[in-house]
């Protein structure tokens, strides 16, 4: 009889918890927004952090949860930004446009002014016609889908990343005139990140006609052999491979491709710009080309931020960290220099106001792009990308 | 005795803990790089692990005892006992005045709760659409399909790319949406209906696999990963509205959507259709030696499903503004399937439940960030092993027999 | 002799089995079989475990298709049809419905819904009428449930009639199964050891239970048990089948008397 | 000629790796019907197991051999006791519900264990330590096998055989075949099924996590990840050999892994999946047992 009865109560707590879930957050948000509504500028200036932080692809965004906080402690140290202390408010998306609303509407109805984010270009254009409505500053470190700031739609959005267009034109480029290859295969993991740039870089070699596409196509990402593309890309008598996607993929690539005695250049993105693949391609890492933004080696930001990773998680920062720190940097100070959360001071702030960052000393153009984010190509030698150009 | 047991479930939880302590060592405890050469060990995390595991067996010990005592207790029974949940919830003496509460409540919710929490309500009441729509096939006719995200995928693409190349609007689109889902599940219905089993379950994991990647793939047609952005929200006699107005009337759109579904369900449930279905998932045999005819019956439940998926597509759309083939994954179509056996097999009522603790129970866990869906997925396994019919058993409809005319 | 006698019946056969054998890869499980059902007769089919009883079942009602022979059947109205190979749910419409050996109820529907579902293909309403339930839909619908009543009250069952079918006595679904092999409104109504399990006292009632439904359905029976008993004092006609088969054929009395009959199934059968 | 064979080495390399997993699947498949996604999983903490390990050997300064053949051993064991223990929590509570309960929980259980590594360990992808050494004689192959393929491929065909002898002729193989058939009948001649079923997961995990250690070495990195796409495909050999025959996975794996390869090699690797799905579908509905699997008829 009692097991029923606790059935019974189980059953009414799960069908009532949408209602006490409800209530709970609604009475939570009315205590979170009565002091702020008593003095705006009184207390605390809440960074949205939106992005993949769990599911497959948390790796990619749960860096910029460690950059956006280590950004907010230093400045917090200092007294905080407009006497207002930072605090950061992680918001999970997995990268999929569905959760990326919620995410969205959750931070604006947490009267989020700033985020950084979202992640995955797909889920940021989900998210961006909510935080366009809202007026929120959206700022983020890896969204590279070249429409995104090119159409000119969301004036609210920022970011610290250079977008495909622009990579696959300097992959291309330095493919074509650096290399001297005539032959490229162009390859990508068929994701929006990967296939933008491929898709830029394959119409930049059409363009320059010094070289020739022999081979375009997608693999599938999370495959554990790729022998039949690299196959084909011997067949195709390719001399150079252009390859649009993340390290993972990248590596795998790179090992298959030298086990079966294929040594042809091998040239990337951002996506593999990463320490990681140097880890897990180990010598096979050796040669590859890679696209990024320049940082300079005497970069003091860089280092630090670096320093400070290791100092507080005890561990190297993972994919878009420097990216998402600068963005934390350039959100939290045009903040600070407008002196106030307001949307359109923000945004002539971040237009103006230059600032130090691990990217580089940047502003923001009238679309949204970051200027002083200078592209360049690196080499890993030695285990460590160099750069080349 | 009651301390008797104590001493015993606590001796079982210190086992328990032992154990779990152990398995989780060389997880929780050691972290390599095989590149530097070091290791880092963090023996904290066990005692955590270990005290944690404790109290978490020592309760798990107690309620699956309950729970099989209850069940023993059950079997010995022949009349079925009804649970006094769902005995209140069928007594039309409080099922009536409930459900005109809760339709009350659920009319008037956007005015007063926030636009996030109208918002996550939306993407809830779709997939409690998708879930009854997934009911009707998996649940009713018993065709486990695997693939039913790739319906919802076809709404959300018929939607997107009329509205992209024809700026057709929403309410234009959605007849259009329904014929295109019945077109799809027909299609795809044909060649894999006479498969059993799991052996249909995986060819329709198979077919959706196919959309999606045909949507990745085919650039030309479907933008690629890129997906399609800008998709025109539903139009209101043209007059233009904010994103949280948007909210609002998505919200009423929805609502109405989700009546008018269950009224559909709810009648087929108990019509011919609903019990030749039923009949099919009980013994396909008998059914068809009873005159069904079971192909026919099948496509039925496949098509039907696979119109309300692409209605729901969509709304989706239409919702989201935008969509890419990274939504139409096959974890959807776990994560419905789970709305469907979680709520309970069959059962409208259930499946309700079962899509809002699925699609809510995420975003109200946003405060345990990280580790959100380990609770998440830990609560599934937790219901199915205390609830596994589902948290509301279906029931059949008791008939009334008028005996005079009968006799 | 026996061959000429069932050609001269043909307007007077409701199924007509000829030559009909069933191969499963090597095994030959039915071998030249001829049957013939007349109206209002009760066939008994019987024969040792194996004999392949229950195959010629299925092969007559579509579950197989046999490897030769014909099949044809006699319905009331119109045209006489050859039914091997057609599907099983066609052959039911026709109006040859059968129970199961191992029951075969849907166990999570009522007693009265499992009859419902024998009414399905003499009922006609689709999605459409459903959702909308208009007029025609709900006296349909009130039909059913009153001849599904109906039949539960022939069998003896309206007392139970909202009791799950998987909660219900054992010799109780059996009933339940016949009654949803009437409520198909069949000319021929095939029994796969209806008697299987029973007591004496209930085999009685199920034997007193055919005959009125014999009468009262102007139905044919054909009946495949073991309980000689009952087939002895119930059956018109008696085929005997061994090894796929028919080894005899004829009254009770014939049957019981023929030598190949008692050698097959001396000491094999406690029944007999 | 050539550009056939190297696809279909590659064919055949990818397949192994598929037909690895695939084994422990269908053994679990076949004796208690369940779909189960946690295997996935099984197979990702085997190969974290063995990262761990080699990780710490490799600190210590051990030989690579030895590194992998202890790798091996402390991630069957470890693999199996978590096998072991999923199953008594999630789908031992659940031998007598409905038959989509332990399917969803072991969805629940995929994404326990999913999060559980990732949150313990890293999200990140890490480099799995290249254990397998390159034997030179393989050199002159190597432009259609490497070692850590032959390794990969002699390891299923001798995993297939001792299982299927294991199978035949051993007494908790014919307990495990008579459960397959009929659990209550089983049960009902003696057989003690809730024992042949913790063997079968304990057997099934250990498979797992040879694979798991064998892949992460051949592949060279690891994620909480790598285990879902594994378990699909692991499925879809599992199924497309005939559900249960320890032969049949491997050969579905095998089938696989070809048309993945042949249709990337002459049509596009945009579209492998799609043709690898579209055979599985074309096998099926004219086999619906699958390959090798036992083409019952209808018992009414």
Known sequence: MKSKWIMTVLGVALAGMLAVGCGGEKKEETKAEAPKQEAPAAKKLVLGVAGAQSGDLASYGLPSVNAAKLVAKELNAKGGVNGMMVEVLPMDDQCKPELATNAATKL?????????????????????????????????????????????????????????????????????????????????????????????????????????????????????????????????????????????????????????????????????????????????????YATGPQILADNEVFKKALADHQKEFGSEPGAFYSQAYAAAQALLNAVAKAGSTDYDKVVAALRSEYIETPVGKIKFDAKGDAEGVSFSVYQVKDGKYVLVK | MVAANIIKHLKGALIASIWLAFLTLPIMVIRVDTVEKTVTWRWMHLAYMAVGSFVLAFIWNIFLERRDRGQAKKALETVERVSALSQFLSDPRFARPLMAFGFLVAAAFPWFFSMYQTNI??????????????????????????????????????????????????????????????????????????????????????????????????????????????????????????????????????????VLTIFVTARLKDSRIGRAWLALREDEIACQAMGIDNTRAKLMAFALGATLASLMGVVFAAKTTFINPASFTFMESAMILAIVVLGGMGSVLGV????????????????????????????????????????VRAKRKVYKINTEAAG | MAQNMNELNNQNTVLSVRNVSMNFGGLRALSEVDLDVHPGEVVALIGPNGAGKTTFFNCITGIYTPTEGVVTAYPKTGKPRRINGMRTNLVCELGMARTFQNIRLFPSMTALENVMIGRHCRTKTGILG??????????????????????????????????????????????????????TEPFLLLLDEPAAGMNPQETEELKQMVIRIREEFKVSVLLIEHDMKMVMSLSDRIYVMEYGRIISTGTPKEVSEDPQVIRAYLGEDDDA | ?????????????????????????????????????AHGEIYMIGAFMGLIVAGVLTALGWPALSILAIALVVSVLYSAAYGYTVEKIAYKPLRNAPRLAPLISAIGMSILLQNYIMLAQTPDFLPFPRLIPELEFMDRFSNYLGTSDMFIIVTSLVVMIALTFFIKFTRMGKAMRATAQNRKMAMLVGVNVDQVISATFVIGSSLAAVGGVLIGAHVGQINFAIGFLAGIKAFTAAVLGGIGSIPGAVLGGLVLGWAESFATGYVSSDYEDVFAFLLLVVILIFRPAGLLGKQRAQKV
Not at chain 1, 195 to 216: N, P, Q, R, T, Y
Not at chain 2, 169 to 180: D, E, I, N, R, S
Not at chain 2, 364 to 382: D, K, N, Q
Request: net charge neutral.
């Open chain 3, 130 to 183: 459903a959702v909308l339930r208009g007029s025609g839909t709900r006296r349909e619908e009130q039909e059913v449930v009153d001849k599904s009543y109906e039949m539960l009250t022939k069998v003896g069952l309206e007392k139970l009639a909202n009791e799950y079918s998987r909660n219900l006595p054992y010799g109780a679904q059996r009933r339940l199964e016949i009654a949803r092999a009437l409520a």
């Open chain 2, 352 to 391: 309700i439940l079962g899509a809002f603790m699925l699609m809510l129970l995420p975003e109200y866990l946003r405060a345990f960030s990280e580790y959100r869906m380990l609770i998440f997925g830990a609560t599934m396994v937790l219901i199915m092993v205390f609830r596994p019919q589902g948290l």
């Open chain 1, 108 to 288: 604006v109805s947490e009267k989020v002014s700033i985020v950084i984010g979202h992640i995955c270009s797909g889920a940021t254009k989900a998210a961006l016609p909510i935080y366009k409505d809202a007026k929120v500053v959206v700022m983020s470190p890896s969204a590279t889908s070249t429409e995104l700031t090119q159409s000119g739609n969301y004036p609210n959005f920022f970011r610290t990343i250079s977008y495909d267009l622009i990579q696959g034109n300097a992959a291309a480029g330095f493919a074509t005139a650096e290399l001297k290859v005539k032959k490229i295969a162009v390859i990508h993991d068929k994701g929006d990140y990967g296939k933008g740039f491929a898709e830029s870089a394959k119409k930049a070699i059409e363009d320059g006609k010094v070289a020739k596409v022999v081979l375009f196509e997608g693999i599938t990402p999370g495959g554990v052999d790729y022998s039949a593309v690299i196959q084909k890309i011997k067949a195709a008598g390719a001399d150079c491979v252009l390859f649009g996607g993340y390290h993972p993929e990248a590596s795998k690539i790179v090992t298959q491709m030298h086990k079966k005695g294929m040594k042809i250049a091998f040239v990337s993105d951002d996506g593999v710009k990463d320490d990681t693949f140097i880890k897990t391609a180990g010598p096979d890492a050796e040669g590859v």
């Open chain 2, 121 to 258: 309500l939306v993407s809830a009441l779709i997939y409690v659409v998708l879930g009854l729509g997934l009911n009707i096939t998996v649940g009713l006719a018993g065709l486990l399909d695997l693939g039913y995200v790739a319906f919802y995928a076809v709404g959300a693409y018929t939607y997107a790319l009329l509205n992209y190349h024809f700026h057709l609007g929403f309410w234009a689109v959605l007849p259009m949406g329904a014929v295109m889902g019945a077109f799809f599940g027909i299609l795809l219905g044909f060649p894999v209906l006479r498969l059993r089993g799991d052996y249909l379950a995986i060819v329709t994991l198979g077919f959706g696999q196919i959309i999606r990647l045909v949507l990745e793939n085919w650039s030309a047609f479907s933008f690629g990963p890129s997906g399609i952005s800008n998709i025109d929200r539903p139009g209101l006699f043209g007059i233009t509205y904010s994103v949280e107005q948007a909210t609002t009337y998505m919200y009423y759109i929805m609502l109405a959507l989700v």
């Open chain 4, 1 to 37: 000629m050539e550009y056939f064979l190297q696809l279909f080495f590659g064919g055949l390399s990818r397949g192994s790796v598929y037909a690895l997993i695939a084994l422990g699947y269908t053994m679990v498949y076949g004796i208690i019907e369940l779909i189960n996604f």
